[in-house]
C-alpha cells in the first residue's frame, strides 16, 4: 500500500515502511511515554508495534519485552487482583462512553516497571483508532511525585505533629470503619476502646514547664505503641488524653493489654535535661455494643476515665468495675 502526498506541484510516493518509520521518529521526541499498538480483532489481543524512548526510560520495557496486549497487562500488573481491577475499569469507562460522541478513556493506575518499582501513571487511549488500521496510540503521564506528594498531605492531615499519632480526625474515620466492619459480620464482631489521661499533668507543666511536660506527653505515646499489638491504633485525643481502638479484643482483653501498658510506664524513668519524674496515667475502657453510634462508645469510655480520675487515678475502670495499680 502507498501513502500519496501532494505537495505543491511536486507528488510524492512514500511506502507504508517509510510513513511508519516517520511516524515513530515523531514520536520519540515526546516526552511522554507512548505505546503503539495493532488490534487483532480474531484473539482480542494487541500487537505491540513500538514504544518511545520517554517510554524505556520512565516504565523500562521494550517491545521484545511486552510484544502484546497481554504480556505487558501481565508486566505492568503483576497482582491478579489489581489487574482485574484494572480490567473493570477500563470496560466500565469503554461501556460509558459507547454512547457519546468522545472515545477517550482516561484513568490513573499503579504501574509496575522494569525495575521492579510501582509507579503511578494517568493512562489516556481512544477507543477507535484515529490513524487508521486498527492501530491505537497509548499515553502514559507520570503521575508518581504528585500521587506521593498527596500520600505525604494525607498522612501529615491524620497525624499529630508532636507525637506523630493518629490525631482526633482520623481516629473517627478509623472507629467508624470499625464500626462498619462489625456490623457486616455475621457473628458478634468485638472491638474496645480505652480513654487514656495523664495523671496530675498541669502540675507538671507548672512544676517543670511545657518542654517537659512536651516531652512526656511524646514519650508517654511511644510507650503506648511499643507495649501495644500491631492491630491497635493509638491517637493523641487531645492535649494529654490518648484514645486506643483495640479491634477484635472485648473488655476482658482489653483490660491485659492496657495493663501491659501500664506496668511499663510505671517502671519507665521519665528524664528530661536532668530532670526524673514519675508519670502514671488512668484508663477508661469499653466495648463497642452493636448498633450503637460511636460517640455513644466513646462517651463511656470517658466516663469510666472519669470515674478512675474520682477514685484517686493512676487506676483502670472497666464499665464499672475498679482496679487499681498494684492491686
Given at each position: 500500500?502507498?501513502y500519496?502526498?501532494?505537495?505543491?506541484d511536486?507528488?510524492?510516493?512514500?511506502?507504508?515502511?517509510?510513513?511508519e518509520?516517520?511516524?515513530?521518529?515523531?514520536l520519540?521526541?515526546l516526552?511522554a511515554?507512548?505505546?503503539?499498538?495493532?488490534?487483532?480483532?480474531?484473539?482480542?489481543?494487541?500487537?505491540?508495534?513500538?514504544v518511545?524512548?520517554?517510554?524505556?526510560?520512565?516504565?523500562?520495557?521494550e517491545?521484545?519485552d511486552?510484544?502484546d496486549?497481554?504480556?505487558?497487562?501481565?508486566?505492568?500488573?503483576?497482582d491478579?487482583?489489581?489487574?482485574?481491577?484494572?480490567?473493570?475499569?477500563?470496560?466500565?469507562?469503554?461501556?460509558q462512553?459507547?454512547?457519546?460522541?468522545?472515545?477517550l478513556?482516561q484513568?490513573?493506575?499503579?504501574?509496575?516497571?522494569?525495575?521492579?518499582?510501582?509507579?503511578?501513571?494517568?493512562?489516556?487511549?481512544e477507543?477507535?483508532?484515529t490513524?487508521?488500521?486498527?492501530?491505537?496510540i497509548?499515553?502514559f503521564?507520570?503521575?508518581?511525585?504528585a500521587?506521593k506528594q498527596?500520600?505525604?498531605?494525607?498522612e501529615?492531615?491524620?497525624?499529630?505533629p508532636?507525637?506523630?499519632?493518629?490525631?482526633r480526625?482520623y481516629?473517627?474515620?478509623?472507629?467508624?470503619?470499625?464500626?462498619?466492619?462489625?456490623?457486616n459480620?455475621?457473628?458478634?464482631?468485638?472491638?474496645?476502646?480505652?480513654?487514656?489521661?495523664?495523671?496530675?499533668?498541669?502540675?507538671?507543666?507548672d512544676?517543670?514547664g511545657?518542654?517537659y511536660?512536651?516531652?512526656?506527653?511524646?514519650?508517654?505515646?511511644?510507650?503506648?505503641?511499643?507495649h501495644?499489638?500491631?492491630?491497635?491504633?493509638?491517637?493523641?485525643?487531645?492535649?494529654?488524653?490518648?484514645?486506643?481502638?483495640?479491634?477484635?479484643?472485648?473488655?476482658?482483653?482489653?483490660?491485659?493489654?492496657?495493663?501491659?501498658i501500664?506496668?511499663?510506664i510505671?517502671?519507665?524513668?521519665?528524664e528530661?535535661?536532668?530532670?526524673?519524674c514519675?508519670?502514671?496515667?488512668?484508663?477508661?475502657?469499653?466495648?463497642?455494643?452493636?448498633g450503637?453510634d460511636?460517640?455513644?462508645?466513646?462517651?463511656?469510655?470517658?466516663?469510666?476515665?472519669?470515674?478512675?480520675?474520682e477514685?484517686?487515678?493512676?487506676?483502670?475502670?472497666?464499665?464499672?468495675l475498679?482496679?487499681?495499680?498494684?492491686?
Open positions: 500500500m502507498f500519496q502526498r501532494i505537495k505543491g511536486m507528488k510524492m510516493v512514500i511506502t507504508q515502511t517509510e510513513e518509520s516517520l511516524f515513530f521518529q515523531y520519540d521526541f516526552p511515554p507512548v505505546l503503539l499498538t495493532r488490534e487483532n480483532k480474531s484473539n482480542k489481543n494487541s500487537k505491540t508495534l513500538f518511545n524512548k520517554a517510554f524505556i526510560q520512565s516504565i523500562g520495557y517491545v521484545d511486552i510484544p496486549h497481554v504480556s505487558f497487562m501481565k508486566y505492568a500488573y503483576p491478579a487482583n489489581y489487574r482485574h481491577e484494572i480490567e473493570e475499569v477500563w470496560i466500565n469507562k469503554s461501556t462512553l459507547a454512547n457519546h460522541k468522545t472515545s478513556v484513568f490513573c493506575s499503579k504501574v509496575r516497571c522494569k525495575d521492579q518499582q510501582d509507579r503511578w501513571f494517568e493512562i489516556r487511549t477507543l477507535k483508532s490513524i487508521g488500521q486498527g492501530v491505537v497509548i499515553l503521564n507520570n503521575m508518581d511525585k500521587k498527596v500520600r505525604e498531605y494525607v501529615l492531615s491524620r497525624k499529630d508532636l507525637t506523630q499519632l493518629a490525631n480526625r481516629m473517627n474515620e478509623l472507629l467508624q470503619k470499625e464500626k462498619r466492619r462489625q456490623s459480620q455475621e457473628t458478634e464482631y468485638d472491638f474496645s476502646v480505652v480513654m487514656a489521661d495523664i495523671d496530675f499533668f498541669k502540675t507538671i507543666n512544676t517543670y511545657h518542654a511536660g512536651d516531652y512526656v506527653i511524646e514519650k508517654v505515646a511511644k510507650l503506648i505503641n511499643q501495644t499489638r500491631k492491630i491497635d491504633v493509638t491517637s493523641r485525643w487531645g492535649g494529654e488524653e490518648y484514645l486506643l481502638l483495640l479491634p477484635q479484643t472485648n473488655i476482658t482483653e482489653a483490660r491485659i493489654v492496657v495493663k501491659k501500664m506496668k511499663y510505671h517502671e519507665y524513668h521519665f528530661w535535661e536532668g530532670v526524673i514519675h508519670v502514671s496515667l488512668t484508663y477508661g475502657i469499653t466495648g463497642y455494643r452493636k450503637e460511636i460517640n455513644d462508645t466513646i462517651n463511656r469510655a470517658d466516663h469510666c476515665l472519669y470515674q478512675g480520675k477514685r484517686g487515678r493512676d487506676c483502670i475502670v472497666t464499665d464499672g475498679y482496679e487499681g495499680w498494684g492491686t
